[in-house]
């Protein structure tokens, strides 16, 4: 999708549809909709007359243009009451706007209308990145392998992005032309993470993650290194607990490793992003019911979703070190498989008795996070898909979140609302912690039914905490979020890509932090 600011009237503007943003009870204040209804004889007034369009916040109208634009299509959309606009209302906006022109046969080239902002609390730079950012998460399809040979026929894309500056300063241009590229730039990042998401497993490897790696390494321009631990790296490091949720399955581990160093040069704060990149989950020996398997092609969606944010950071050229930790491998089940009752040395030293080989995502967790301390991360976020009994907290809205310090859980709660992702916070009560002892071992990797998702994050809390060297750590439990059976918002069915947006965010609020 090509993206451009351009100086153009509405008249010359050649494109198929023109999203013309309308403020509640005001269309006619707006100087758009008045040079169309005018040069097409107030057809537009009497249409949004008769289809009760006032410019409520997310209603939309399309209107063949008739020569009043040199669009083919006008497609109003209502924005709401002026002084209400903001960065949330615009994007409720955009979404039905854009939903309306995935419903078109070709939507091709979509141009957004000139709007005036005085009044709102937006800027021509947000409402650029955000026009941009939904107008490719929106137009997201799935990375499907239908043929030709039954009934099946693509249906159309938009093909290109314009958005029309003329009467703006020269600085704001250049503004709206940034927002362009960096609302690309985080839209491809989510469309990147859906698509490792929703690929088969049997693509998605371990192998597959890390030539993805590389590749968003190969085409940083050199900002982002990338190291690739294999399993003879792996046994010398002691990755015990990831080589033994690997040992059934056929496929090498590999622990992925990415480091951004900004072109401005490596910050003091350095972020960690963890992500479970299990590419299936069959639960093990102890396997999975048939249900519950369906969809574990996607238990490596906290991983896509790291991977797909670190190239965003990159090319968003933000002024903080980020460092990027995947343990990948599948968890399967033969006669090498790891067993109940085993007892792992884990790489950070800490013995952990198997209780249950379904709770694969915490160890190969445990092992990340340990090697993650050792590489200079000040702090962690990881995104797992990691209990389903996360769903009974947030659903399939909020991912559940879990930390050990409130100050930096409220620093990443507020990057995902600007983010546009919600977050469930759930407190860590002391009392929890004891369901994971056992007498066979440190702890072990299951605390039983109660309060699952919590029990979990203690597991992995042990491995961000032990010798001392603790840092700020954050836990985002996205087993309900990762992937839905319903679009919502700018998400399609399927994978979602949670997470990728609030990292870019985080990272921002980093850089911002950074630089004062
Ligand atoms: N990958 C699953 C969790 C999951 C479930 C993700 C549903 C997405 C949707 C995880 O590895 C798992 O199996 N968790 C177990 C933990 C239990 C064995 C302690 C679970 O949630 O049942
Ligand atoms: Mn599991
Ligand atoms: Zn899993």
Known sequence: MKRNAINSGLKSVKSDVLIVGCYEGALENSSTFKQLNGAGNSLLKRFAAAEDFTGKNGQTLSHFADGASGAQTVLLVGLGERNKLNLQTLRT??????????????????????????????????????FSAYAGMLDY???????????FSEPGRIESLQLITSGLSAKTRSLAGLGLHNGGAIADAVNLARNLSNEPAKDCTPQRLAAVAQSIADNSGGTITCKLHGKAELEAMGANALLQVNAGSPLDPVLIELTYTPSTGATKEVLGFVGKGITFD?????????????????????????????EAVAKLQLPISVKCFVAATENMCD???????????????????????????RLTLADAIAYAKTQGVTCIVDLATLTGAVKQIGGDVAAGAFSNDDAFLAVVDKAATRADEKLQPIRMYDELRGFND??????????????????????????VEYGGNTVPWVHLDIAGTAFRDRELGADPRGATGFGVRTLIELARSAARKNRK
């Open 141 to 151: 399809r799935i990375n499907h392998q239908k043929t030709a040979k039954l009934r």
């Open 282 to 310: 069959s639960g093990g020996l102890d396997l999975k019911p048939a249900d519950g398997m369906r969809n574990m092609k996607r238990d490596m969606a906290g991983a896509a979703a790291t991977l797909a944010a670190i």
């Open 438 to 463: 056992t007498e066979m071992a440190d702890v072990k990797n299951s605390g039983g039914a109660l309060a699952g998702s919590t029990t979990a994050a203690f597991f992995i809390r042990e491995f």
């Open 93 to 130: 906006a955009l979404v039905k706007a854009f939903r309306a022109v995935r419903g078109m046969k070709r939507p091709g080239a979509v141009t957004f209308a000139p709007l005036s902002l005085a009044g709102t609390s937006l800027t021509h730079l947000e409402l650029a990145e955000t």
């Open 335 to 361: 006669g090498k498989a790891y067993k109940p009752g085993d007892v792992i040395h884990t790489m950070g030293s800490i013995a952990v008795e198997v209780d249950n080989t379904d709770a694969e995502g």
